[in-house]
């Protein structure tokens, strides 16, 4: 099991940015593929943004032009940018980590967008 360790998150009005940070240890972080999903109260668990080893990048359509994932390889840290953020947003956000073993989880970060 791989430990991410998530930071970022906490309550913003609609309209407003919140940036999200996923460290995981560097033999695992560079060679794998890194992702966001969110879990809203009621609803499934869903993908939002990922991004491979080589900087390749998929959204949601829900976020797309709005959210921003990249990857620093140097820190071995992965981020979220979330802009002009809706209520719908709201939701707690895991880091993922795609291991050949499968997906490792981190503990979630939650986000609050009000209206």
């Given at each position: 099991q791989v430990q991410l360790v998530e930071s970022g998150g906490g309550?913003?009005?609609?309209?407003?940015?919140l940036s999200l940070s996923c460290a995981?240890?560097?033999?695992?972080f560079s060679k794998n593929a890194m992702g966001w999903?969110?879990?809203a109260p009621g609803k499934q668990r869903e993908l939002v943004a990922s991004i491979t080893s080589g900087d390749s990048t998929n959204y949601?359509?829900?976020?797309?032009g709005r959210f921003t994932i990249s990857r620093d390889?140097?820190?071995n840290t992965v981020y979220l940018q979330m802009n002009s953020l809706k209520p719908e947003d709201t939701a707690v956000y895991y880091c993922t980590a795609a291991t050949p073993g499968g997906i490792d989880w981190g503990q979630g970060t939650q986000v609050t967008v009000s209206s």
């Open positions: 309550l913003v009005q609609a309209g407003g940015s995981a240890p560097g033999s695992i999903f969110r879990q949601a359509d829900s976020v797309k390889n140097a820190k």
